[in-house]
């Protein structure tokens, strides 16, 4: 199972784009990146997904670089129900495939 | 919420003690997984299931077992409950056709408690 480095925290401020950036050195060719929010006492919520190049939803955009060694996920004008605890997986969208990590809490400030 | 439910919400129990959580979903949807998130950590796989009477272990399924007799119920149980399995649990689906790859949806999650 591939693992995955995000950073421990991030603040913003409302209004601003947050790019959290998540490294997966070792993804396999079959492997796909998945995003997850989770916010207190709730389960994780699936963000977006992608497998190469951009991915862009409604509610934020993905961005994978050629070699796919990384991603980041693009939250474009946060505000302050956006803090949260974002997570990466690689592999497939949960399961036996992919692996939660700790995670990455985003605190938006006013 | 892909009509997830979990039972219960909150319980405490005493070690040693059997608890069963259940998790139920009303969408026939063919992969159920149980997840354990404490403190500090994010989820981690306990049990899964890919259809009726098909489960296996995850990442973390010492002092679990599970339970799929239908497609809408999956079952886990601490067969005697240690202080090591107090955690909230979360139950989730697969939506789609490619089971694993598919997004994952939660339900509320179970807080348990083991004195």
């Known amino acids: 199972l591939a693992k995955t480095t995000q950073p421990i925290s991030m603040d913003s401020y409302e209004g601003q784009e947050v790019n959290i950036t998540c490294s997966h050195n070792n993804i396999a060719t079959n492997d796909y990146i998945t995003w997850y929010q989770q916010f207190p006492s709730q389960g994780p919520r699936f963000i977006i997904q992608?497998?190469?190049t951009k991915v862009t939803n409604e509610v934020a955009s993905l961005f994978i670089p050629a070699d796919r060694k990384s991603s980041t996920l693009s939250l474009p004008r946060v505000s302050l129900s956006d803090t949260a605890v974002y997570y990466c997986l690689v592999g497939g969208g949960g399961g036996f495939k992919t692996i939660f990590g700790a995670g990455t809490r985003l605190f938006v400030k006013a | 919420d892909a009509g997830i439910t979990q039972s219960p919400r909150h319980k405490v129990t005493e070690t040693g003690t059997p608890v069963t959580l259940r998790c139920h979903q009303t969408?026939?949807?063919?992969?159920m997984y149980w997840y354990r998130q404490d403190p500090g950590h994010g989820l981690r796989l306990i049990h899964y299931?890919?259809?009726?009477?098909?489960?296996d272990k995850g990442e973390v399924s010492d002092g679990y077992s599970v339970s799929r007799s239908k497609t809408e119920d999956f079952l886990l149980t601490l067969e005697s409950a240690t202080s090591s399995q107090t955690s909230v649990y979360f139950c989730?689906?697969?939506?789609?056709?490619?089971?694993?790859?598919?997004?994952?949806?939660f339900g509320p999650g179970t807080r348990l408690t083991v004195l």
């Open positions: 299931s890919y259809g009726v009477k098909d489960t």
């Open positions: 969408e026939n949807h063919r992969y």
């Open positions: 992608g497998y190469k």
């Open positions: 989730a689906i697969s939506v789609g056709l490619a089971g694993e790859y598919n997004e994952q949806f």
